[in-house]
């Protein structure tokens, strides 16, 4: 069976500094582009991360700070890669939960435009992981027949994961799969919008899974106290939610697509009142105050202290003098 593609497919790996898609960097991405005609397009990219690479992760990847203390920062490459994959649908060995949500943070963080709505993504790890259960060392064994020359470098990986998801088309052409709820398909087929479906079971909001559409498209929390919840209901119930996720230490892209939630909310809401609150006629007299003050002239305003009227006064005389020396006198 061979892989049927209406446009290119970009398998692509990356290595990076570390696990925390919010907090790490990449120090290297390699890109085989695959294209509908069959032939390819390969990059390689070494990355300044911008900050040190943590030795257990150097021992994986066999890059060092002094690899890359000469190559350039993603805000500097960002453009030129998205350039590269930017007409593709995107593969990968557990990218859908790492690489794609990496990869955009990087995007994000350095300014550059990639929009991944309309794109198709093809984890090839979990066509593997549904199917059979292993590692990409031993997918490349198992379907392949092969070892990985050359393990964890971004090119060797990435042709790997490229090979192993050929050689699956080929073994689990016509093989059914039942799912949890007994449905019986044939899922692995040389289609990339039907490999979409395949390798995004869960279907992730924001790739970093935080938050996952339910069978009705709706978006739900899939992470703590609100799991299971959906995400309007949690901002109508607790708003102050909103805060703490975008101000917390969540990934950028998990916090751009609960912003797009937000403000879909916000303008259902603000409907919402403006349909509760009733329409005054055109024609309508304008309503009476609450109090008029119908008093006399004289009567001083409202909320006014009231003031004594003022008297001239009399002139001092002999009966006054004598009651205050009477009033002063000491006994």
């Given at each position: 069976m061979k892989l049927q593609l209406k446009r290119p497919l970009a398998f692509f790996d990356l290595e990076t500094?570390?696990?925390?898609?919010?907090?790490?960097?990449i120090v290297e991405i390699s890109v085989i582009k695959?294209?509908?005609?069959?032939?390819?397009?390969?990059?390689?990219?070494?990355?300044?991360?911008?900050?040190?690479?943590?030795?257990?992760?150097?021992?994986?990847?066999?890059?060092?700070?002094?690899?890359?203390?000469d190559e350039k920062r993603f805000h500097e490459l960002g453009q030129d890669i998205a350039d590269f994959i930017l007409d593709s649908d995107l593969a990968g060995y557990n990218s859908n939960?790492?690489?794609?949500?990496?990869?955009?943070?990087?995007?994000?963080?350095?300014?550059?435009?990639?929009?991944?709505?309309?794109?198709?993504?093809?984890?090839?790890?979990n066509i593997f992981h549904q199917m059979e259960q292993r590692t990409l060392r031993a997918a490349y064994q198992f379907y392949c027949d092969k070892q990985i020359i050359n393990a964890h470098s971004a090119e060797a990986d990435t042709r790997a994961t490229m090979e192993v998801l050929l050689a699956q088309l080929e073994r689990y052409e016509n093989q059914e799969w039942e799912d949890k709820k007994g449905?019986?398909?044939?899922?692995?087929v040389g289609d990339v919008e039907a490999l979409h479906k395949f390798t995004n079971l869960t279907r992730?909001?924001?790739?970093?899974?935080?938050?996952?559409?339910?069978?009705?498209?709706?978006?739900l929390i899939n992470f703590g106290k609100h799991k299971g919840k959906r995400v309007e209901d949690v901002l109508n119930a607790e708003p102050s939610y909103y805060s703490w996720m975008m101000q917390g230490d969540f990934p950028l892209y998990t916090k751009r697509k609960l912003e797009e939630i937000y403000k879909r909310w916000n303008?259902?809401?603000?409907?919402?009142?403006?349909?509760?609150?009733p329409a005054q006629p055109a024609n309508a007299p304008a309503p009476k105050p609450a109090f008029q003050n119908n008093g006399p002239k004289s009567s001083p305003p409202l909320n006014q202290p009231y003031k004594k009227k003022e008297e001239p006064a009399k002139p001092v005389n002999e009966d006054m003098l004598a009651q205050l020396a009477m009033k002063f006198k000491k006994g």
């Open positions: 500094t570390g696990t925390n898609i919010g907090a790490d960097r695959l294209n509908p005609d069959g032939s390819e397009d390969v990059k390689t990219w070494r990355v300044h991360p911008g900050i040190p690479i943590p030795l257990e992760s150097s021992l994986v990847h066999g890059i060092y700070d002094e690899h890359i203390q939960k790492f690489d794609i949500p990496m990869l955009m943070e990087e995007f994000l963080r350095a300014g550059v435009q990639f929009d991944l709505d309309n794109r198709h993504f093809v984890d090839v790890q449905n019986k398909s044939i899922p692995v992730p909001v924001d790739f970093a899974g935080r938050m996952v559409y339910n069978e009705q498209g709706e978006e303008a259902k809401k603000a409907a919402e009142r403006q349909q509760a609150k």
